[in-house]
């Protein structure tokens, strides 16, 4: 999902890909094949639909009952949604009290009509967002069943993520609008209430029949299969196939391997592709506004140039296709597509596309589970986005977020469930800031070199597979050969912050210097320090701390390794061979990659702490 929109400007990076792992790669996944065919009236703005649901268990669990999301009974007055929306201390702007205030034919509801498994009705029943079955006879381990389903929805107005007739004229945004099946994993159920924040979705394959105006034009997940029968520019660009006003045109999509499904449909998008490292780029939008046209005229160069840059450096895109959609109300990822706003300036546009697109890799491919990791998708899009974008500290905007959450006191752990956090406010700057600082500062532990290999290991070894956060720092550990366990536990699990200082700098004789520094912060770090003398030269230092149970890589060249740091030291002593008077300065992490809450202790002499937070 999308924040602060900028100008994304082009970047490369190559990065070699070293031998996948085989380890930990044997997690079972659900599987989800869903037929669904839907018949859509756009002057109410409801649709009924006919579901075919063939669900394999490839757990070791046997299930007596099942879940489905029903997202759209969350735009009703006195939903959690709403509830939650007007009681949090900073509402989302685009929320606040709108759904209380909804008319009866503005809101949205999903109904089922009919569920049968292997052709036996079932018992259920709705609590909110939620769909409760009980099986009429258990899933065994390994075993199909069929679930076959009669529902009706009503698309509501606007407000978040899905709806009819958004701020900038868009007829439908159609994003968590089918029921849903529940995820089952290797941590049970996943039946959360929806309340505007994050998903977790089983893996499977969608055909998806969708009948609808003639007018319309729909972008969606998945490959048109009927491009000849639609027109619009799927079979010859820029054609036209006229039809009488009021006829149905069905437009048939099919997407593998996908954990969701979404589209947006209006009579006026223009429809136009593109082509990058073999995978079609579409981009459907209206043509009402010059600006507007101007801008997604320039869309497509910037997104092939992010396509080259992320198949680079993080992964192969699996799919043959992506689809940028306007609609929406900012922009939201979905496998193979995006609903994104359009009217906002090309800096707003690219932004937006830039950002929902690298959701591809981390939230549509790897998928963790966003509402336990939200961190995992939104920090490492963010921490991709900036190396993109490129400039001498990237990620320089991610780290003030996060001394700005710990300056405020609404800081809470990244391990904080995202729908519980207590704020806005700490949940945005943890999941997308916090994150983000989690990769660019592993980069200054293990070093950049292991980082980008860590990265692209990642990516092939979990790929399709919703890994966890001790799945990512399992990759790392073994791409380093260092351990960090530690990292995790202090940074996603605690609110411990990071404070070194130099605490003394004293003779130790006429020809050499003690010098002494001082663990301020709970949370532990190796150290690099730079020692400059009067006569121009340089000294590296790097200190281990004995929790990594080695040393990262030389970043700086030549260096001197003095012996680990006991996490549990509040200080330490080392000498180097030439006197105090000697010494022009020295500087803790010249990088600025540690995320050390106070950087003015860094620096020898004191003095010297404002030239040092100007040049940051």
Known sequence: MFSTPKLILSAGLALCLACPLTAQTARWQQKAEYQMDIDFDTQKHQFKGKQKLTYTNNSPDTLTRVFYHLYYNAFQPYSLMDVRSRWIADPDPRVRDRIVKLKPEEEGYQKINALKQDGQSLKYSIEGTILEVELAKPILPTKKVVFEMDFEAQVPAQIRRTGRNNKEGIDYSMSQWYPKLCEYDYQGWHPNPYVGREFHGVWGDFDVKISIDSSYTIGATGYLQNAQEVGKGYETQGSKVKRPNGSKLTWHFKAPEVHDFAWGADPNYTHTTAEVDGIT??????????????????????????????????????????????????????????????????????????????????????????????????????????????????????????????????????????????????YSMSAYSKGCVFLAQLGYVVGEANLSKTMLQYFNTWKMKHPNDNDFIRVAEKVSGLELDWYKEYFVYSTHTIDYSIKQVEPASESSTFITLERVGRMPMPLDIEITYKDGSKEQIYIPIDLLRGEKPSEVGNRIVKADWGWVYPTYRFEV????????????????????????NNVYPSDLSKTFMERK
């Open 281 to 426: 780029l579409h981009f459907f939008y209206q043509t009402n506004k010059t600006e507007t046209v101007k801008n997604w005229k320039e869309l497509p160069r910037y997104a092939i140039k992010a396509f080259q840059f992320m198949n680079k450096t993080f992964g192969k895109y699996p799919y043959k296709q992506y689809s940028f959609v306007q609609g929406g109300d900012g922009g939201m990822e979905y496998p193979m597509m995006t609903l994104m706003l359009g009217d906002n300036g090309l800096g707003s546009t690219v932004g937006t596309a830039v950002h929902e697109l690298i959701h591809s890799w981390f939230q549509g491919v790897l998928a963790t589970n966003e509402s336990l990791y939200a961190w995992m998708d939104e920090g490492f899009n963010s921490y991709a986005g900036n190396l993109f974008e490129g400039g001498e500290f990237p990620h320089e905007g991610n780290y003030d977020n996060y001394f700005d959450i710990i300056k405020r006191g609404i800081e809470e752990p990244l391990s904080t469930h995202a729908d519980h956090f207590n704020t806005n406010s700490a």
């Open 577 to 600: 061979g030439k006197p105090v008077q000697n010494i022009k300065s020295i500087e803790i992490d010249k990088s600025m990659r540690m995320a050390d809450v106070n950087r003015k």
